[in-house]
């Protein structure tokens, strides 16, 4: 049983390139999420999903785009990659959402964009 | 908006020590409350979930309170050991169904 995986786990891009980070959850749970953790930040909701084929803006969703076109698997893209996007990206599932389940978290992405 | 605060930032204890971890938060509208484990470079694992209907939960040598009147949890650690070393968040669920997250607290348990 693998949880929350995330690829990659590592990536460098230059200002402007795009890029797509992706999670993948086998425990057929319906709530995924985006985090971003940054030094001094804690962690920032970008977005999430209820549901195969729904996504919803979080706390942080500016240059950001989500994709939940499997109920296993939702991805995170950056069309234009910033400076200001240097962060590490989590992704995260629930059963029954933040109301009554605990969450699950992946391992994490590091990106710096230079 | 709802705020949650941990405070210190840093703490560092010999081990065997008990201790008590602080979360606050600003609005008691919450339907519960988590406390997670983060290791250096690693996700969260999540610890305890308390429903707001709840004022304690227990794990081996952890055991959570809720007071969510007073908008306070405390995670005690019993026995402190080196393996504890990790960073300890909150993070609470209101009444918009988001988690807040605080900013962790940092525990060092000294051999």
């Known amino acids: 049983n693998a949880g929350v995986t995330q690829t990659p786990k590592f990536r460098v891009l230059k200002t402007g390139q795009s890029m797509t980070l992706l999670c993948a959850q086998d425990?057929?749970?319906?709530?995924m999420y985006w985090y971003r953790q940054d030094p001094g930040m804690g962690l920032r909701l970008i977005h999430y999903?209820?549901?195969?084929?729904?996504?919803a803006k979080g706390e942080v969703p500016d240059g950001y785009n989500v994709s939940r076109l499997k109920k296993q698997n939702f991805l995170l893209g950056l069309e234009s990659a910033a400076p200001s996007q240097t962060s590490v990206y989590f992704c995260?599932?629930?059963?029954?959402?933040?109301?009554?389940?605990?969450?699950?978290f992946g391992e994490g992405s590091r990106l710096t964009v230079l | 908006k709802q705020e949650v605060t941990q405070i210190p930032a840093a703490l560092s204890v010999p081990e065997g020590e008990n201790l008590v971890l602080n979360c606050s938060f600003t609005?008691?509208?919450?339907?519960?409350l988590q406390w997670f484990r983060q290791d250096p470079g690693k996700g969260l694992t999540s610890l305890l979930l308390?429903?707001?209907?709840?004022r304690e939960q227990t794990s081996g040598r952890l055991n959570a309170s809720l007071d969510k009147s007073s908008g306070r949890s405390t995670l005690y650690i019993a026995a402190s050991q080196p393996g504890d070393s990790a960073t300890y968040l909150c993070?609470?669920?209101?009444?918009?169904?988001?988690?807040?997250f605080g900013k962790g607290i940092t525990l060092s348990v000294r051999p």
């Open positions: 308390i429903q707001s209907s709840q």
């Open positions: 995260a599932s629930s059963w029954a959402g933040a109301i009554s389940g605990e969450l699950f």
């Open positions: 609005d008691s509208a919450i339907y519960n």
């Open positions: 999903s209820v549901g195969e084929g729904t996504t």
């Open positions: 425990m057929n749970h319906e709530y």
């Open positions: 993070a609470v669920t209101g009444a918009n169904s988001k988690l807040t």
